[in-house]
């Protein structure tokens, strides 16, 4: 089954510290991972795609076939980070998104 | 206005009445997505449409209604909703159906069926 799974649905840490949020699927062919982000009172939207290797807002995420997991990092978290977190995975020959519950990632000052 | 907008924002229905959700995309985009996201649950997606064609329907009820005038306008007619319909509808736009292209959400209507 084709599947994203968040094992957290809430995340707390303080300010300044390392966060991950964590992200594991599973698909039967080549995926492509997605990071989408909520801040309080804006709409959904990309934060990064592991196909464009580049670091937005200070978060990575490395795609680890071997471990089917997709987590996002950032080494120093900042209180304008707080927000929901998305994880999604599409195939390399499908559009259809396939969308974890998310995170709420809560940073503490 | 740009991007992705949706109205209305927050809609109070009862089980008997039929309303219509609208959204408009100003990005120039080919493609448009109904969504329904529940508390704590995977976003899922209800439609799409490609150049006003529609390419999925996700099994959803017959009670939604999709309809898609043209590339900038979609609508979700709903009649006969069930309290279980609750939820956050988002709209989405993309420039096509290509395998990873960014979709771009609205704000959603928060829809509550009493």
């Known amino acids: 089954a084709q599947r994203v799974t968040q094992p957290e649905k809430l995340l707390s840490v303080f300010k300044g510290a390392p966060v991950e949020l964590k992200c594991n699927y599973s698909?039967?062919?080549?995926?492509?991972l997605f990071w989408y982000v909520q801040y309080s009172r804006q709409r959904l939207q990309l934060l990064l795609r592991h196909i464009s290797r580049e670091s937005i807002k200070g978060f990575t995420a490395d795609l680890n076939k071997g471990e089917t997991s997709f987590h996002l990092k950032k080494p120093f978290a900042q209180e304008e980070d707080s927000a929901m977190y998305y994880c999604?995975?599409?195939?390399?020959?499908?559009?259809?998104?396939?969308w974890g519950a998310g995170t709420k990632l809560i940073i503490k000052p | 206005e740009t991007g992705v907008t949706q109205t209305p924002r927050h809609l109070v229905m009862g089980m008997t009445n039929k309303k219509s959700l609208k959204c408009e995309q100003h990005?120039?985009?080919?493609?448009m997505y109904w969504y329904k996201q529940s508390a704590k649950k995977p976003l899922e997606l209800m439609f799409v449409y490609n150049f006003k064609e529609q390419t999925e329907n996700n099994s959803v009820p017959s009670r939604f209604s999709p309809e898609c005038p043209n590339s900038s306008h979609l609508f979700l007619h709903l009649h006969t909703l069930q309290p279980e319909d609750s939820a956050l509808y988002l709209c989405?736009?993309?420039?096509?159906?290509?395998?990873?292209?960014?979709?771009?959400f609205g704000p959603g209507t928060r829809l509550l069926v009493l």
């Open positions: 990005l120039g985009h080919n493609a």
């Open positions: 999604a995975l599409s195939g390399r020959s499908n559009y259809q998104l396939i």
């Open positions: 698909y039967s062919g080549s995926p492509e």
């Open positions: 989405a736009s993309s420039q096509g159906l290509r395998a990873g292209e960014t979709q771009y």
